[in-house]
């Protein structure tokens, strides 16, 4: 059964750093695309970041420089390394996870797995 538990989420002054963690159960994280995405009050579900089955990394361009996307794959875990946080950064973030090769961060739709979130929260 797969299962994505989130976690490192908080809250943190504008131009803070936080790291949110994905435990990924009943997979091998090197056989699946992955990826953050987040949601705000009101807003739609967007892609960050996402890492996919060679390694390969894309990400939004509003995170792009700041954010980074990284897995371990001894120990199933993704992570998202998020530096110079804004208060438009603050979200729920999740980490979502599918087979198909072709997944990618731009259509949530792509991913039948998804985590329970964490939330972040960015003050001016």
């Known amino acids: 059964q797969v299962q994505l538990v989130e976690s490192g989420g908080g809250s943190v002054q504008s131009g803070g750093s936080l790291r949110l963690s994905c435990a990924c159960r009943?997979?091998?994280?090197?056989?699946?695309?992955i990826a953050w995405f987040r949601q705000a009050p009101g807003r739609e579900r967007e892609g960050v970041a996402h890492?996919?089955?060679?390694?390969?990394?894309d990400y939004q361009g509003t995170v792009k420089g700041r954010f980074t996307i990284s897995r371990d794959n001894a120990n199933n875990m993704v992570y998202l390394q998020m530096n110079s946080l804004k208060p438009d950064d603050t979200a729920m973030y999740y980490c979502?996870?599918?087979?198909?090769?072709?997944?990618?961060?731009?259509?949530?739709?792509?991913?039948?797995?998804w985590g329970q979130g964490t939330q972040v929260t960015v003050s001016s």
């Open positions: 979502a996870a599918e087979p198909r090769w072709w997944a990618t961060l731009h259509d949530k739709d792509d991913y039948d797995y």
């Open positions: 009943g997979f091998r994280t090197s056989d699946y695309s």
């Open positions: 890492i996919g089955r060679e390694g390969q990394t």
